[in-house]
């Protein structure tokens, strides 16, 4: 009886490691999407510049779209990047 027990103590400490173990390496893979999160540019230096709804529409973009409309360097680029009804042919 006693063999049978310390087999059974054995496999309960084995199945305790092994949990364990997966438990950290799934923690530690959920933790590795912040890596691959794209990092959001700063706001253009014309921002405060632009109206409510302009910047509303500014902050709607991703980080992608976010970078290409910064590439725009005066404000008509920038409102007409942001496609307002408001300003589109404000030269």
Sequence with gaps: MNKIAGIILELTAWFWI???????????QSCTFIERAEAMPPVHTL??????????????FSAEERANVNKNTEM????????TIQYRYDY
């Design 76 to 83: 008509h680029q920038l409102r007409q990047a942001l496609d």
């Design 18 to 28: 092994v949990f364990i173990i997966i438990a950290i390496a799934m923690t530690l």
């Design 47 to 60: 921002y405060n510049a632009l109206s409510e709804g302009e910047q509303a529409v500014y902050d709607s």
